[in-house]
């Protein structure tokens, strides 16, 4: 067994978890503090002793989804000087989460927040709003170091990279998590770096 393995699951990481399930093995359908306290094997006030809300259960799960990627956003950018290969891999990265992480999909496209505290969905706009901004620092970075350019303006190249990523996300959703956001991956990637660099 591994060290994570080995270490004792807090039980607030307990909860988070899930809720990821919860929302991965129940598309569609709300989750209640009532079911989700079945779930984990608590009563309902137990779980209010580890988050005040469900609003906060959800902001757990946002910020969980925030570090892993913007964490390794910055190696990304720290061992790789490509442009193109730095963009690759902040696309890949985000596919590839949202594919190993299917509850945490519904709430990057706002299906598991709907009818929830508008705070969370301002949240995930700004954590989209975050990756476009990184992409277009790598561009423009490329740009003004590399000399090199670009088909399209930087926003309009940023934007289309992330647009395919959310699509891919929400389809996988939409399919119930049987379309993969990584499959034929390759393929689009190809087209994109054909239509942008």
Same mark, same amino acid.
């Given at each position: 067994m591994t060290a994570v393995s080995e270490r004792k699951i807090s039980r607030r990481e307990q909860i988070l978890q899930c809720l990821a399930r919860m929302l991965e093995h129940s598309p569609g359908n709300r989750?209640?503090?009532s079911k989700l306290a079945k779930e984990v094997g608590v009563s309902e006030a137990a779980l209010y002793r580890h988050f005040p809300s469900k609003t906060k259960m959800f902001e757990g799960l946002?910020?969980?989804i925030e570090e892993s990627i913007f964490s390794?956003? $910055?190696?990304? %950018?720290?061992d790789e000087n490509s442009t193109v290969v730095r963009c690759q891999l902040i696309l890949n990265l985000m596919?590839?989460?949202?594919?190993?992480?299917?509850?945490m999909c519904r709430i990057l496209i706002g299906d598991a927040l709907a009818g929830e505290d508008d705070r969370l969905r301002v949240r995930v706009a700004q954590f989209f709003e975050r990756v476009e901004l990184q992409l277009k620092q790598v561009i423009r970075e490329a740009q003004i170091r590399d000399q090199q350019s670009v088909q399209l303006p930087n926003?309009?190249?940023? $934007?289309l990279m %992330?647009?395919?990523v959310e699509g891919r996300i929400s389809q996988f959703v939409r399919s119930e998590f049987k379309k993969m956001p990584m499959q034929d991956w390759d393929l689009n990637w190809q087209g994109l770096h054909r239509a942008i660099f």
């Open positions: 989750i209640t503090i946002i910020i969980y390794r956003i $910055n190696i990304i %950018l720290q596919l590839g989460f949202a594919q190993n992480n299917p509850g926003t309009v190249c940023a $934007n %992330l647009c395919l």
